[in-house]
């Protein structure tokens, strides 16, 4: 659409923020990208998402959208003529967001565990959690090349930007997550041979020496 002003308010860890920009690139859409210092919080953030003071906001001419799946799903509704983002059909639709939902109130509950445990036990504590979390996830991937079926779509989006965070909970909590969930591990490489995804994930290693600066800054370094 000529005259469409997109800017999107990112931070380059953020596995929430990865999937607008994974959004985005998939729709091909141009957008501004403005980078935050979460520590110190932009005007135009608390200005945007007055409520939660978070990112991803996407800023559409002068409009804001907050909260990265309900973005997705704004982008796939304001871009429906270009590639689909969730299913056609209702019931698929429905089963994408229960599982992206699932996601979010699930599996990022036992990641904070992990990576903001105050000892090896409460670590402990996550990673068994995670483990039956991610199982779960690949039984629901299944022998499917994407959780799409043969499509790269909602689920996977909402599920790949924690693929680059999982070193930080493996080094945290002392275990191996392609021992446990090879498939899965199988399916984030396959997503990173998409370009919308290789382009816009940081690197795990830059993703585990923030964590581990933030742990020591609050006296975490028993790892």
Not at 103 to 132: C, P, R, V, Y
């Amino acid at each position: 659409m000529a005259g469409e002003e997109l800017i999107l308010l990112n931070f380059w860890a953020s596995m929430f923020a990865a999937r607008v920009r994974i959004a985005l690139k998939e729709k091909d859409l141009s957008y501004e990208e403005k980078e935050e210092d979460l520590p110190n919080k932009s005007p135009l953030l608390l200005k945007m998402n007055p409520v939660h003071k978070k990112v991803p906001v996407l800023i559409h001419n002068g409009k804001a959208v907050c909260e990265s799946l309900i973005i997705v799903e704004y982008i796939d509704e304001m871009w429906s003529d270009r590639a689909p983002l969730l299913p056609s059909h209702p019931y698929a639709r429905a089963q994408a967001r229960f599982w992206a939902d699932f996601i979010d109130k699930k599996l990022f509950g036992a990641a904070t565990k992990i990576i903001w445990s105050k000892n090896k036990d409460e670590a402990e504590e996550g990673k068994k959690e995670l483990i039956e979390i991610l199982k779960q996830l690949e039984g629901v991937l299944g022998d499917k090349p994407y959780f799409g079926e043969d499509v790269f779509g909602f689920v996977d989006m909402a599920l790949i930007g924690y693929y680059v965070w999982f070193q930080t909970y493996e080094n945290c909590a002392d275990f191996s997550i392609e021992g446990e969930c090879p498939k899965l591990m199988e399916w984030g490489k396959r997503c990173l041979e998409r370009e919308s995804v290789s382009t816009f994930l940081a690197h795990p290693n830059k993703v585990y020496d923030l964590l581990m600066s933030f742990r020591n800054k609050l006296g975490l370094d028993y790892v």
